[in-house]
Every structure is written in structure tokens, then in C-alpha cells.
């Protein structure tokens, strides 16, 4: 009996060890971009990260939009990171780029405690990518 509540505890000390990792390397919260002119909120969404713009400069207007209707629209409360699929060091899927209109197969991984690397690719060979200083 006492073995197995030894073994018992040991197991929980390292749940709780093994938890602890994870919730520091949560890339969930509010990003400043690579030139600190937008921000971007992150958050848990399908198994992996979205993020939406909260603020940026100016008009801020979609007008590169591929899709006309949506050129006059404000980029404020555009979803522009949609990364869902876990891949070992971060989180892949897809980017939006309202300064071009165009979308790419994108990325994100924390590469520190207050950085999120951001990458956009085309045909996963020509990428950008960008690195975010984390606001709150």
C-alpha cells in the first residue's frame, strides 16, 4: 500500500511538472509585430492558435483584399494567423497578409518566453519570416 501511494504522488509531482513547460510556452496573448505598429491577439482555437489584428496604423483598411467587398473593410478584427495543426516545434497552417491581399501557408512557434516567430511560405520554399515581442 505504501509503494503504491509513493508511485502515486510521483506520478502527480510529474503531471504537474510536465504542466508546468506547457502553460509557459502557451503563445495565447497580445503580440506587438516585428515593426510594433500592429498588434495581434493569439488564442487557443481548433487544437492549435488564431490570431486577429487589435490594432494598427492609420486607416488600416483591407485594401489589397482579393475579394472587392472586402477592400473597404477595417484589418481591425481580421483574422489573419489561423495555425491549428501541432508540428513538434510550434503550429502550422495558414497567414493572411492584408498589405498584399494574398494568404500563405504560415507558422508560429514560441522561441522564447516573450517571442512568437511568425512565417509565411509560398509552395514551402520561399518564406518571411517575422519576429514578435509579446505586449501583456
Do not use: H
Amino acid at each position: 500500500m505504501r509503494s503504491r501511494l509513493g508511485l502515486a504522488a510521483l506520478l502527480a509531482l510529474a503531471a504537474g511538472a510536465s504542466g508546468g513547460p506547457a502553460r509557459a510556452a502557451d503563445p495565447a496573448g497580445l503580440w506587438l509585430t516585428e515593426t510594433g505598429s500592429s498588434r495581434i491577439r493569439v488564442a487557443p482555437c481548433g487544437g492549435g492558435f488564431c490570431g486577429t489584428i487589435v490594432s494598427a496604423p492609420g486607416k488600416a483598411l483591407d485594401a489589397k483584399n482579393p475579394d472587392p467587398a472586402l477592400r473597404g473593410r477595417s484589418v481591425v478584427g481580421v483574422q489573419i494567423l489561423d495555425a491549428r495543426q501541432p508540428d513538434g516545434s510550434g503550429y502550422a497552417g495558414s497567414l493572411y497578409n492584408p498589405n498584399d491581399g494574398k494568404t500563405y501557408s504560415g507558422s508560429l512557434r514560441l522561441t522564447g518566453p516573450n517571442t512568437l516567430e511568425v512565417s509565411g511560405c509560398v509552395m514551402r520554399v520561399f518564406c518571411k519570416r517575422q519576429s514578435w515581442t509579446r505586449a501583456n
